[in-house]
Each structure stands twice: as C-alpha cells, then as structure tokens.
C-alpha cells in the first residue's frame, strides 16, 4: 500500500522560494504517475504540475509556468515541487497524488493515493 506524505510547507516569503517534498513509503514511486495539486478557498482543489512514470513533466497550472519545477529522486522514493517567485495566489493546501498511469492528468478523481497536504502561506 503505497502512503504518501508530504513536508516543506509553511510561511514564505513573496519573491523567495519554495520546496515542497512528497516522500512515499510502501512502494517504488517510480512505478506511479505523481501530480501535485493546490487547494485554496473559493478555487477547489487543482493541479500544479505533474511528472509521468517515464519522467516528463506537465506544469498545469498556467500562474506556476516558468517558476515550478517538479523533479524525482529515485534514492530517496521522493518527488519534490520546487517554485520560485511565490505570490501570493500560491497560498494553499499542496497534495501529492499518486496513480499507476503513464500520463499525467489534472483530475482529481484519475488519482487513487493522495497525502495529507502540507500549508503553503505566501506572506510578507
């Protein structure tokens, strides 16, 4: 059973940076398509950017193109959202998903693994 959690969240500064971590435990990441996705009020929840089974990457998300980069390490069973420049629209719950697909989706419903989340606040 493939868990997931994620870490890196917290209070940032706009015009800093940001890394977020989602560290799985029970499987090999590497088998599964990961996706992060942003949860904040009035917008629902929605995705950031993606990176396939095969390692190419989506950024969904048209406010985080140019300033997100989503990496694996296969050492560490980890995917990282790295995201320079925060604004603060990038306040939110950040989730990691997890599906065993070879393609990146942005529909909540495509992913069966979730994590629990992690608050970003983006605030001087």
């Known amino acids: 059973q493939l868990q997931l959690v994620e870490s890196g969240g917290g209070l940032v500064q706009p015009g800093g940076s940001l890394r977020l971590s989602c560290v799985a435990s029970?499987?090999?990441?590497?088998?599964?398509?990961v996706t992060w996705f942003r949860e904040s009020p009035g917008k629902g929840r929605e995705g950031v950017s993606c990176?396939?089974?095969?390692?190419?990457?989506?950024v969904f998300l048209e406010s985080a193109k140019g300033r997100s980069t989503i990496s694996r390490d296969k050492t560490k069973n980890t995917v990282y959202l790295q995201m320079e420049n925060p604004e603060q629209d990038d306040t939110g719950i950040y989730y990691c998903?997890?599906?065993?697909?070879?393609?990146?989706?942005?529909?909540?419903?495509?992913?069966?693994?979730w994590g629990r989340g992690t608050q970003v606040t983006v605030s001087s």
């Open positions: 998903a997890a599906r065993v697909s070879y393609s990146c989706s942005n529909l909540v419903p495509h992913y069966h693994d």
């Open positions: 029970g499987d090999d990441l590497t088998y599964y398509t």
């Open positions: 990176i396939s089974r095969t390692g190419t990457s989506t």
